[in-house]
């Protein structure tokens, strides 16, 4: 929209309408109000804050962390914090986890992979209906991370959470989500993310759908933040445009029993209170949460030969100290052409000192165009041994090679330096395909020493 200012020059009235609601870009400086002058102007601080709130900073990073990686985030609210916490206890939620969760499995050392878990019946709300798959490093050092699934059928009125230990990185499979966290609200569907930072407040409920089923990373290191990209340049991969966080909103509930629920130390503590903790109405800053639609990650990929590494499609990165050497990488292999000649071009075969956690939102993996289906998942752990089926072989081994363009589909992947140690939870699970390595037993000798080309047979 824009509105004519005077002859010849026009004026943005707002923002792009297609993102209303939300301020695009990854780790701005935000600022936004959800009443007029609810934002005190040139400082942070001031002796009397308007309309009588309260200021307080959340502050992702240490204090003297360098600037372009210092997060840090201030918020006007009707009440400080400290108000919102209030004779905790101890809760149990047995099957949401924390690293470490060494040596909870008897399975034997082999490649792993999982049907879809039916969503049970039962009442479970975003934090009942969680299930810890994989663990590794150690929640009480801050390294490593925690790999869950979900399955939600209500939603959170008035109960609120909030992750001390890490950040979660959140991928609904079916059904729309709503979280409405003190920063704003931010909804995502299939086929978006939504990164809900370590402290921010929210709750979480359905929308639209009566239940929904997702996957969540759970980052206990450094943050998340878009890769480098090196010599592919300025532009492609995800473009820090298309990260969306939300504008000021703020829920006034007074006189209402609500629950806040905390992990902290891989344990949980909730408290009762007498409002909504989502009573911030104007804030600033680089710290909150965002959402990203996967369907705008603009991919690259060989265009001659060869199939590339596939860290080419890596939408978000939490490093660790060693260059190059992730806690967590979080990929994707979205709709693309595959153009390559001569090549062999789905993933190859290979072993890795990296783990692999995979999950498909939709469609079909073109490494594994059976078995693995939207709501399953698989692990590739370190130094194990993996790639095509044989079928996915055969068939890219022999077919005519002609430009060929994988539609309808957004695989995952979540890779670590860490080894994945299962749950006994993910061990037991009914779905657990264990006959997954013989989709690589009808996999041929071929080698002939007297035939240098090999035609198929």
């Not at 956690?357 to 041994?385: C, Q, R, T």
């Amino acid at each position: 929209m824009s509105e004519p200012v005077n002859q010849g020059v026009v004026v943005a009235k707002s923002r792009a309408t297609y993102n209303e609601g939300y301020m695009p870009g990854f780790g701005n400086d935000f600022e936004t109000e959800a009443l007029p002058g609810a934002l005190p102007v040139g400082q942070n601080s001031p002796q009397r804050c308007p309309y009588g709130l309260y200021a307080e900073q959340l502050s992702g990073t240490p204090f003297t962390a360098p600037r372009e990686t210092n997060k840090r985030s201030w918020t006007y609210r009707m009440r400080p914090t400290v108000q919102h916490i209030s004779g905790f206890e101890r809760i149990e939620l047995p099957l949401f986890r924390s690293a470490p969760t060494v040596g909870e499995d008897t399975l034997p050392l082999m490649p792993l992979r999982w049907d879809p878990a039916p969503i049970p019946g039962e009442a479970l709300s975003f934090l009942s209906g969680m299930r810890t798959i994989a663990t590794g490093g150690d929640v009480h050092t801050q390294t490593g991370y925690a790999i869950h699934t979900f399955a939600v059928t209500e939603s959170m009125t008035d109960d609120y959470f909030y992750n001390a230990d890490g950040e979660m990185l959140i991928m609904p499979e079916i059904g729309a989500l709503r979280f409405f966290t003190e920063f704003g609200i931010v909804d995502i569907a299939p086929g978006e993310i939504a990164v809900m930072p370590r402290g921010v407040k929210y709750k979480v409920e359905l929308r639209g759908a009566p239940q929904a089923r997702g996957y969540i990373c759970e980052n206990y290191g450094q943050l998340l933040t878009c890769p480098e990209r090196g010599p592919i340049g300025a532009n492609c991969l995800a473009n820090r445009r298309d990260f969306l966080t939300p504008v000021a909103a703020f829920e006034r509930k007074d006189g209402t029993k609500c629950r806040l629920t905390v992990k902290w130390g891989g344990t949980f503590s909730q408290c009762e209170i007498e409002h909504s903790p989502l009573d911030v109405v104007a804030w600033h800053g680089n710290y909150a949460p965002y959402k990203y639609n996967l369907r705008h990650f603009s991919p690259v990929g060989p265009t001659l030969n060869d199939h590339a590494d596939p860290s080419i499609f890596t939408v978000l990165t939490a490093p660790l100290g060693e260059p190059g050497t992730a806690n967590i990488d979080f990929v994707i292999f979205p709709p693309r052409w595959l153009v390559s000649e001569n090549s062999f071009r789905p993933p190859w075969y290979h072993m890795n000192v990296m783990s692999e956690f995979m999950g498909l939102i939709e469609g079909v993996y073109d490494a594994k165009p059976e078995g693995f289906v939207p709501g399953g998942m698989s692990i590739h752990n370190m130094m194990l041994p993996h790639g095509p089926d044989a079928d996915a072989f055969y068939a890219a081994s022999l077919s005519k090679l002609e430009p060929q363009k994988l539609d309808n589909t957004i695989a995952f992947m979540f890779e670590t330096r860490f080894p994945q140690q299962l749950t006994k939870y993910a061990a037991e699970l009914p779905t657990l395909q264990r006959g997954y390595p013989e989709v690589w037993k009808p996999l041929r000798n071929h080698f002939d020493p007297d035939r240098p080309e090999w035609n198929g047979e």
